[in-house]
């Protein structure tokens, strides 16, 4: 019995010539081998749209990121995207901080952080939705 | 199309299966303390269907909400994966026990088992032979399972197929050598502190083998029907680290129990 699987396996983990190359990741794969389906056509739902937005250039579709702040003057505050009249955000003041200053920013109402770095919300775009 | 929320998490819907769950397990191990004190099993058994239909139903919901509803988004996923590298870790941890009670008896025999080790009387399996095979088939399983991850990788679904199937039946063919041993074993698990912990950390090993084994099964027949992509398949590479796991901790288990021990 050992013998038979250990001489099927040496059979199909031979090693084949690469097959023709396509935009598919494909070597040793014989021309009579199916292929898996193409990861974006296989996802549906959140997925999908999650890999959507990725392959437009967005690569932060949830907004989970760390935004690096602008110049943050009250010229030029840091532009906070949110798709409401107000939004949660917390100031990292310095690179060695320990604690995160939360503070409520408002349409319209331009905040300063203690640490002197101004804020300003704005309004977020549909990252899901066709330009 | 609709979303239901603006964050990328998933928040599941309301489901019965936590508690079918909690529900079979404790009637799963009355039934074993029924078993034993009263040589009936019927207790025993409800309760591995009820755990049994639990189980099929509740990843049966998880597979229909990853792969039909995409609701396993990046960060989701990363969370899964999270969970199952936890998950095997406790059973390391759990594993780490009855080898402490195998070296705790082992390490210093006792005057009643002969000051040796193995007891006196006690004839173990030759190392070299059967076991020798098992650990052999193990470690070839892991290379089967690792090259049907490559070629899910590789976009190549034939060999996929082949590399899984192959895996399967080396796990099959490991757990029917394993419990023809334990029919022609010498010794019992009542047979002192020697059969107590063979019994015991090879018994517990070979219940991983069979829920292993039933993982990649799954995984087969998912993948029969297409639910894996080549970027998405964490169901398969959950599958894989369990049998690397189970494969580990036989090599733990062949080298201290058989070789060492023997």
Known sequence: MAGVIARTAATLARARPPFAASSLHTSSVRAADKLMPDPLDHATGLERKELEAIARGNDDPFMMKVLKRAAGTKDQPTLIPSFHAERLVGCVCHEDA?????????????????????????????????? | ???????????????????????????????????????????????????????????????????????????VAKGLRWGMILFITSEVLFFFSFFWAFFHSSLAPSMEIGLMWPPKGVLPFNPFQVPLLNTIILLGSGVTVTWAHHSI????????????????????????????????????????????????????????????????TVCLSRHMKSHFSSNHHFGFEAAAWYWHFVDVVWLFLYMSIYWWGG
Request: proline share 2%; net charge negative; aromatic share 18%.
């Open chain 2, 1 to 75: 199309m609709m979303m239901k929320s603006d964050h990328s998490f998933h928040l599941v819907d309301l489901s019965p299966w936590p508690l079918t769950g909690a529900t079979g397990a404790f009637i799963l191990t009355t039934g074993i303390v029924k078993w034993f004190q009263e040589m009936n099993m019927n207790l025993f058994l409800f309760g591995m269907m009820i755990m049994a239909l639990t189980c099929i139903q509740w990843w049966r919901d998880i597979s229909r909400e990853g792969t039909f509803q995409g609701l396993h988004t990046s960060i």
């Open chain 1, 98 to 131: 320990f604690y995160i200053n939360y503070m409520w920013l408002y349409k319209g109402e331009p905040k300063r952080c203690e640490c002197g770095y101004w804020f300003k919300l704005t309004k977020a775009e549909d990252p899901f939705k066709f330009k």
């Open chain 2, 153 to 216: 990788m590789e976009n190549n679904f034939s060999q996929a197929f082949l590399g899984l199937l192959l895996t399967v039946t080396l796990g099959v063919y490991f757990t029917s050598l394993q419990a023809l041993e334990y029919w022609e074993a010498s010794f019992t698990i009542s047979d002192s502190a020697y059969g107590s912990t063979f019994f015991m950390a090879t018994g517990f090993h070979g219940i991983h083998v069979i829920i292993g084994t039933t993982f990649l």
